[in-house]
């Protein structure tokens, strides 16, 4: 990893990926104290996936995720203030407080959710990019998913007809072995998960996922090839959450060391040992990412906390669009 | 006016919408080079190109989410799921994603899609070939579903379709495609929050919609001849209902039989039904009655098949019977 | 007498099938080394091993037509769909599998296969997550349905559904399973076929399944303060429907409010609401009326969410106006 | 493929497939006459496989089938008469009549359908296997499916799970090249079937469809690999169907040179080729074998025609198990 970047991007990376964590850290306090309900799916120890590949992404591409998705909110430029009021239940929330942690949007940056149903986001993403395909649009579609999404029929039923029509698909599985509490050698007969793109002729390709500057480089080379016309590309990203599923579980699927045992991969502390061995980064830029990171998480909190609940009179809202709307079309 | 089938009035619709809409396309199994599966699309693939008369692979799931993610970006797709038994494998991209988009990002999306299925039995292809699951879509907010049952409309209710800023979903039963019937020409697009008057009378309301619009219709004829004046109510919109035209028929008859080819219980006709004596019990003269399926999977044999499907008979007997019953 | 939750009853009820029957198996998502995700098989990977305890991938289809497979060939598996939401991904396999292999085999086959799924809203987890399809199960021939709604019946209708030869879904609300509750010791299976009558009254009657029974009940308690007797009715079974309980409550208190979770439009309750002025209009003193969810995808924000579904006081509300609507 | 078989298996294999073509052309005829009704999809072209593979699976093994099913129906032993019966809806039809051509049923000779939702039968088939392995059965469950049924959610799923817990599954693929109109090549983009079975480490093979020796030894040999506990296996057998998808199909979508390519390819013509090659057929064979099958498939259609219909009164019968059956299990 050494060598390999600047100063300022490598300040750049680690404080994103600080930011979503310790964001995220701050949600898991404020879910304990009761201000943050429903799911929370923490991406703890997956922060280096989010960041480096959004880095590889244009503002014109297409992101589509699962419920696991503030770290890819944050990275792809959604403010942490909306993600927090959305979890908040607020108005001022990336989709209006409706969805909550498990549907964040944000068309304004091509964030288009935040897909509860596992593998449900695969199907529309492939849709996305017919649909840019077909208006000769040069843009990527980037659909985040896990492990466990592999297993359903809408993965299959996805790769095939992105393969078959050629279309301008980044299939990115986040591998962290685990689909809640079944470990993916207990899921899947073939755990080298790269390896099914072949059915559908699918180049494929697996990177470090606990490794930032190797994520941005791969999610790079298969954003070109997609954008070249290439048709759809399948990376798998391995990595781990060192947290529950979602914000409470046993935790009787997995022992003590194999978390330790990743926790010694930290995509951040990893990038932070690459860039004080380039002498890059000094112990005054750590202590300053951290304030800088926690004045921005507390500037979130208190966007979500001073944000406004929707009237109940607006229950109806959005289940239909509006004639006012309607009519301009 | 102009004479043509269902199917053509259908087909018509597409023409229309492929050639004056660049967004439109249309998309299912066997759409293009097959010409579709009961022959709606057939030569349109040669006319409009396969990328736009779009053959997918047997992939419910894949190519209905397809259809929504294509909607929300912008094109106006219209999928085709061959049959509504088919959508059974897609449910949940319909229910969970076309449905629930625009209301969980909070108004930022919203999904344009047109989703067409063949529904319903009479053509002997059993259990697991002659659903009619129209009921489960209309129950769900966030869809719009509507029933041509007439060939004027559905000549013209795809373009109030793809009018519609959300996803809308029509059902064309499998024994409309070879009915003929006129269409006025240069119609505007069919109202889908209005239902129809097609037969106007005084006696009794018979209430139904889609492939049952026929039989009920026939019903009407017998009653006629027997001094019964019977009106007909065909729903076209089953969400939203159009309550309104619903509830003025029966205040005026005082009298419902409601027509359905669902399964009795949990049938379209059941909420109708309900909705009837919870708004307007004291205009009612007799209890409502549905004529629905028998509750059993379709069987295969004619006899049985038929058996178990609403009948003209048993719709004519039912309104005699309301009639009968004088309060 | 003893006391427990509603997941421990379940458990318990598990167990008992586990131990007494060799080809009673559970399978599903991290029902094994998760224990659950409601923590219903906790400790059971543990005590009954992991081929009877089977985790399955995400692949709804697949191993809820396992199931189907599985009990056609003479085990007696337990499908745990982990929510009813995900449900959607394996219908076709429960309609066009389970509900139909005996009617179209001619007898040969039979699918001896329970489901369980939970159901239901009111933990803000939004619009994919909170929904209720029971309507939509009960509306089909071939399955039967129920819904235990107290902790009893949470103990002995997993026994009763194993005891039948046809596939049957039992539904579990999620706001249930920490509910505490007594247990009868060695009751036999709960009646399938057969409604509870959970407060006897005379002034209206309450009927309702599943997660709205609490509701219910307090509403009932918060009448009766007020001088009004509501009886309440739970269904348990919700396919088929015991309509003579339902109706005699109805024939002896002349008005009723039914209570379901579904949203409005083509809701359970809609079904009862038909059913009880098509078969008993005479005997009604007011409308029925229904207390369901609002037509909205189920909202995140915890005011919101709440303002979607049925409410007590509402329902309280509801009663008072029947009562005061004498007819 | 000549010197392969015996004059009494070779007459025996050609007698199958005569009858199962005989009895299918008969049904085109009664079809358009009337007295079969709903869908109905034939197999001509396709014998050689339902042919060999039923003779290598044991009275004990599964069979699970499509809507494309008489020949795998009358090649497992359904009598034809009862086969013929059920497509009149006559209660004398293996089904009852309820089911007709699409779902034929025998329990009593484990042949479990007649599943009309494409790719429907391999959960189930997935399940029976599970059934035998809890309950210690050494039995194969053998389910024939379409290259079309590949492309479904449920394929990925079913061999995803057979693989994963290891069961005796033989998966039997059918790829005659075309769902309905659609070429696979327009279908799939790895067209090579028999690799998608790699995702899920199922051994696979593939084999020349229209030699009936061939797929007998093919699924032989897979059949005892499975029997054996190696898990599933899955063979692609090639094939091509020379009718219309259903009784009538415009049959726009393939050139009559394509089919006629095919037909030369016959397996009935083949085999009685190679029979004649090793001086084991004559000619009286032939005409004697036509007639017997002839008087075969007529004495199926007498059954059929002299068969009852089911009072209508009996409509609700069997959609649940009557309490009188209920009471003794
Ligand atoms: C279709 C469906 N089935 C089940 C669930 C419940 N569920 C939510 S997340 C999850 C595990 C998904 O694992 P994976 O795809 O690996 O993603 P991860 O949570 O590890 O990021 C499950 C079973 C669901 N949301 N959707
Ligand atoms: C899920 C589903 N979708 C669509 C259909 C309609 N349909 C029936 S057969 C068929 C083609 C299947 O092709 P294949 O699997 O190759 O089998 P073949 O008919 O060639 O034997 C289609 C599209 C169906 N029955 N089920
Ligand atoms: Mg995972
Ligand atoms: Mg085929």
Redesign the pocket.
């Known amino acids: 990893m050494s060598g390999a970047v600047s100063r300022e991007r490598g300040l750049e990376l680690l404080r994103e990926m600080m930011l979503i964590r310790r964001f995220e850290e701050r949600c898991a306090e404020l879910y304990s104290a009761g201000f943050i309900r429903g799911?929370l799916?923490l991406?703890v120890g997956?922060e280096a996936i989010a960041t480096g590949a959004m880095r590889a992404l244009s503002p014109e591409d297409n992101v589509i995720s699962?419920?696991?998705e503030h770290g890819h909110a944050i990275a792809r430029g959604v403010p942490p203030g909306e993600v927090m009021a959305e979890m908040y239940g607020k108005v001022e929330g990336s989709s209006g407080g409706r969805g909550g942690s498990m549907h964040i949007f944000d068309a304004s940056r091509r964030f288009y959710g935040g897909h509860?149903?596992?593998?449900?986001g695969l199907p529309v993403a492939v849709g996305m990019a017919l649909a840019d395909a077909l208006q000769n649009e040069n843009r990527v579609t980037a659909c985040f998913?896990?492990?466990?999404?592999?297993?359903?029929g809408?993965f299959h039923e996805s790769m095939n007809l992105a393969a078959l029509w050629n279309l301008p698909v980044l299939f990115l599985c986040?591998?962290?072995?685990?689909?809640?509490g079944?470990h993916?050698s207990r899921a899947q007969a073939e755990t080298n998960l790269a390896r099914k793109a072949a059915s559908y002729r699918v180049p494929a390709d697996k990177v470090d996922g606990m490794d930032v500057l190797a994520v941005e480089a791969a999610v790079r080379r298969e954003v070109q090839a997609v954008r070249d016309g290439g048709g759809p590309r399948f990376l798998e990203c391995e990595t781990y959450?060192y947290r529950a599923?979602?914000m409470y579980d046993p935790d009787r699927y997995r022992s003590k060391q194999e978390i330790e045992g990743w926790r010694r991969r930290d995509p951040i502390a990893t990038l932070k040992g690459a860039l004080r061995a380039d002498h890059i980064l000094y112990e005054e830029d750590v202590s300053a990412l951290e304030a800088s990171v926690e004045d921005e998480v507390e500037g979130a909190v208190r966007v979500a906390e001073e944000g406004s609940l929707e009237p109940v009179e607006d229950l109806l809202k959005n289940v239909y669009t509006p004639r006012e709307i309607r009519w301009r079309r | 006016m102009a004479t043509m089938t269902y199917r053509e009035a259908i087909r018509e619709a597409h023409r229309e919408a492929l050639s004056s809409d660049p967004r439109v396309f249309l998309m299912g199994e066997d759409v293009g080079r097959y010409g579709g599966v009961f022959a709606v699309s057939l030569g349109m693939a040669e006319e409009f190109g396969e990328e736009r008369i779009r053959d997918t692979p047997l992939s419910e799931v894949g190519f209905v989410g397809a259809g929504v993610g294509a909607a929300s970006a912008g094109m106006r797709p219209i999928v085709e799921v061959m049959t509504v038994n088919f959508s059974l494998l897609a449910m949940?991209q319909i229910v969970n994603g076309a449905a629930t988009l625009r209301h969980m990002s909070g108004g930022q999306l919203s999904v344009p899609l047109v989703i067409r299925m063949a529904t319903g039995a009479g053509k002997q292809v059993a259990a697991q070939h002659s659903h009619s699951f129209e009921n489960w879509y209309a129950h769900v907010p966030g869809l719009r579903v509507a029933a041509p049952a007439t060939v004027h409309d559905a000549r013209f209710m795809l373009k109030a379709a793809l009018a519609d800023p959300d996803p809308v979903i029509l059902f064309e039963h499998v024994l409309l495609y070879n009915m003929s019937g006129e269409v006025e020409e240069l119609a505007g697009p069919v109202d889908l929050r209005r239902a129809a008057i097609r037969r106007a009378g005084d006696d009794v309301s018979l209430i139904t919609y889609g492939g049952s619009l026929p039989k009920v219709l026939e019903a009407a004829e017998h009653l006629a001849s027997g001094g019964i004046d019977a009106e007909v109510v065909d729903l076209r919109a089953l969400r939203p209902l159009d309550l309104e035209t619903i509830l003025s028929s029966v205040r005026k008859t005082h009298r419902a039989v409601v027509v359905d080819e669902g399964w009795h219980t949990g049938s379209l006709a059941g909420e109708i039904s309900a909705r009837i004596a919870e708004d307007a019990l004291y205009d009612l003269d007799a209890p409502v009655e549905r004529i629905c399926s028998a509750e059993a999977p379709v069987p295969y044999p004619h006899h049985l098949e038929q058996a178990a499907l609403p009948k003209v008979d048993e719709i004519a007997a039912a309104a005699k019977r309301r009639v009968g019953s004088d309060g």
């Open positions: 799911f799916h991406y997956e699962t419920y696991r509860a149903i596992v593998a449900g998913f896990g492990d466990g999404a592999v297993a359903e809408a986040e591998n962290n072995f685990y689909a809640m079944t993916l959450r599923h979602s | 949940d």
